[in-house]
């Protein structure tokens, strides 16, 4: 839901044709759920079963669903929060809110922009936003458009080592933040939606290599040529060829996030990817993102004060109890 209501929110305000604008709906958008509903209107079939869909059977992702949903707050009033401060600190770079756009890839998709326009609302929104490998943009147009924003970049590490270290290279220069390694994709998943729908993710998905635009020849990046030999003693070749932090997402076990504090990785994100990976693991527009985007800050911002806590780091383990559905 999050990753759809994120991606799709480039779409909320446009008609399912490029460049055909629509009015703007009668009632407001108030919460994620209602640009899920505009969006699967309006995006063609093949694209939404793409965005929303998930792998096998889908059990993962409706565990995801269902997961959040059993999650209940514990407040504490009498407290004074009067102001409330949302803000705090990932990899030493402030941002407004614990929020994060994680990597998606072919946001053209959704918006001829694409991921321009995700860069865009995630500068406005002063959050941090995770560039895919499989963007629809090239990273050069997506700093260009957005140069103050907090980005990080993901990498699904390439069979190419050289190609891997010409991507690192080039995104360090571009002042990327840290990069994130995707563990969880040694191949792609059982998808069954795109199989049936005969989805082509390098003709049909506007697949684009992402060498620098000055480079004329090289090998083009394609989802085939993700490395299924990529393992833990790898990891020392990454650090020696940048001093970005290394994240990896894509975790789920209590012994892989061992191993990756002591291979000194500097942080994990937990991850089933949404479900479109393994089945039955455990569960886990600019103008339309900017509004996702400011959503999810404001029911933040909210909770918080509900729950009478005045900074982030006062949010702790003792407000979170999961209730028996």
Same mark, same amino acid.
Request: net charge negative.
């Given at each position: 839901?999050?990753?759809?209501?994120? $991606?799709?929110?480039?779409?909320?305000?446009? /008609?399912? !044709?490029?460049?055909?604008?629509?009015?703007?709906?009668?009632?407001? %958008?108030?919460?994620?759920?209602?640009?899920?509903?505009?969006?699967?209107?309006?995006?063609?079939?093949?694209?939404?079963?793409?965005?929303?869909?998930?792998?096998?059977?889908?059990?993962?992702?409706?565990?995801?669903?269902?997961?959040?949903?059993?999650?209940?707050?514990?407040?504490?009033?009498?407290?004074?929060?009067?102001?409330?401060?949302?803000?705090?600190?990932?990899?030493?770079?402030? *941002?407004?809110?614990?929020?994060?756009?994680?990597?998606? /890839?072919?946001?053209?998709?959704?918006?001829?922009?694409?991921?321009?326009?995700?860069?865009?609302?995630?500068?406005?929104?002063?959050?941090?936003?995770?560039?895919?490998?499989?963007?629809?943009?090239?990273?050069?147009?997506?700093?260009?458009?957005?140069?103050? /924003?907090?980005?990080?970049?993901?990498?699904?590490?390439?069979?190419?080592?050289?190609?891997?270290?010409?991507?690192?290279?080039?995104? !360090?220069?571009?002042? %990327?933040?840290?990069?994130?390694?995707?563990?969880?994709?040694?191949?792609?998943?059982?998808?069954?939606?795109? *199989?049936?729908?005969?989805?082509?993710?390098?003709?049909?998905? $506007?697949?684009?290599? $992402?060498?620098?635009?000055?480079?004329?020849?090289?090998?083009?990046?394609?989802?085939?040529?993700?490395?299924?030999?990529?393992?833990?003693?790898?990891?020392?070749?990454?650090?020696?060829?940048?001093? @970005?932090?290394?994240?990896?997402?894509?975790?789920?076990?209590?012994?892989?996030?061992?191993?990756?504090?002591?291979?000194?990785?500097?942080? *994990?994100?937990?991850?089933?990817?949404? /479900?479109?990976?393994?089945?039955?693991? $455990?569960?886990?527009?600019?103008?339309?993102?900017?509004?996702?985007?400011?959503? @999810?800050?404001?029911?933040?911002?909210?909770?918080?004060?509900?729950?009478?806590?005045?900074?982030?780091?006062?949010?702790?383990?003792? @407000?979170?109890?999961?209730?028996?559905?």
């Amino acid at each position: 839901m999050l990753r759809s209501g994120l $991606l799709l929110g480039l779409f909320w305000e446009f /008609g399912a !044709e490029e460049g055909d604008e629509v009015a703007a709906p009668e009632m407001p %958008f108030v919460c994620l759920t209602d640009f899920q509903a505009q969006a699967r209107e309006r995006l063609s079939k093949t694209t939404w079963d793409y965005i929303e869909g998930g792998a096998g059977e889908g059990f993962t992702k409706e565990d995801n669903i269902a997961a959040f949903k059993k999650i209940r707050l514990r407040p504490r009033y009498l407290k004074d929060v009067s102001e409330v401060d949302t803000r705090t600190i990932i990899q030493g770079e402030k *941002i407004s809110a614990p929020i994060c756009i994680s990597p998606t /890839g072919f946001h053209c998709l959704a918006w001829p922009d694409g991921e321009m326009s995700t860069a865009r609302a995630a500068q406005a929104a002063d959050i941090c936003y995770i560039t895919s490998t499989y963007a629809s943009c090239t990273l050069e147009d997506i700093v260009a458009t957005a140069p103050r /924003g907090l980005r990080w970049f993901q990498l699904y590490v390439q069979r190419d080592r050289q190609l891997n270290k010409q991507l690192i290279q080039r995104v !360090e220069s571009l002042g %990327f933040k840290a990069l994130v390694i995707t563990v969880d994709v040694p191949i792609t998943g059982n998808r069954r939606h795109d *199989i049936r729908n005969q989805v082509d993710l390098k003709t049909n998905l $506007l697949l684009k290599d $992402l060498r620098s635009p000055k480079e004329s020849s090289g090998p083009c990046l394609q989802m085939s040529s993700i490395d299924p030999s990529n393992c833990w003693d790898d990891l020392s070749w990454l650090q020696s060829i940048t001093q @970005l932090p290394i994240i990896l997402k894509g975790i789920l076990t209590k012994e892989d996030a061992e191993l990756a504090v002591k291979h000194n990785v500097q942080g *994990i994100i937990v991850s089933n990817h949404g /479900g479109r990976q393994l089945d039955e693991v $455990l569960a886990s527009g600019e103008r339309g993102v900017e509004e996702v985007l400011n959503i @999810l800050k404001n029911e933040f911002h909210t909770s918080m004060t509900l729950t009478g806590c005045r900074s982030v780091a006062e949010i702790n383990r003792d @407000l979170i109890q999961f209730s028996r559905l």
